[in-house]
Nanobody, 124 residues
Framework: QVPLVESGGGLVQPGGSLRLSCVVS????????IAWFRQAPGKEREGISC???????YYADSVKGRFRISRDNRKKTAYLQMNSLKPEDTAVYYC??????????????????WGQGTQVIVSS
C-alpha cells in the first residue's frame, strides 16, 4: 500500500472555496492515478474525481464545473480545488491511488491505498 495523507479540510460558508491536498509518501507517483472520494454521514463513499498519469481529469456530475483536480508529481501531491461549495458537499474527503489510469474510478474497490480523510463542512 501507498501511504497517503490528506489535508486542507475545514469549515466554509456556502459559495466558498477550499483546496485539499493529498501527499504520497515514500513512493513515486508517476505510475499512479489519484482519485478523490467523499463520504457523507449515512451515505456510501462516492468517487468524485480522478487524474491519470497523462494528467487527464475526470469528474462526477455532482462536482463537474465546480471542482478541479490537479497533480504535481515532483511534490508527490494531488490537489482538489473546490469552488462554489454547497451544504451537500459536506463530507469526509479521501484520496486514493490505483495503477496509471482512472477506469472505473468511481468504484472504491478499484483502489488499494487510502488516506485517513479530511473533514469538509459547508455551513452558514
Amino acid at each position: 500500500q501507498v501511504p497517503l495523507v490528506e489535508s486542507g479540510g475545514g469549515l466554509v460558508q456556502p459559495g466558498g472555496s477550499l483546496r485539499l491536498s493529498c501527499v504520497v509518501s515514500g513512493f513515486t507517483v508517476d505510475d499512479l492515478a489519484i482519485a478523490w472520494f467523499r463520504q457523507a454521514p449515512g451515505k456510501e463513499r462516492e468517487g468524485i474525481s480522478c487524474i491519470d498519469v497523462d494528467q487527464n481529469p475526470y469528474y462526477a456530475d455532482s462536482v463537474k464545473g465546480r471542482f478541479r483536480i490537479s497533480r504535481d508529481n515532483r511534490k508527490k501531491t494531488a490537489y482538489l480545488q473546490m469552488n462554489s461549495l454547497k451544504p451537500e458537499d459536506t463530507a469526509v474527503y479521501y484520496c486514493a491511488t490505483k495503477t496509471r489510469y482512472c477506469s472505473d474510478y468511481q468504484s472504491s474497490t478499484k483502489f488499494a491505498s487510502w488516506g485517513q480523510g479530511t473533514q469538509v463542512i459547508v455551513s452558514s
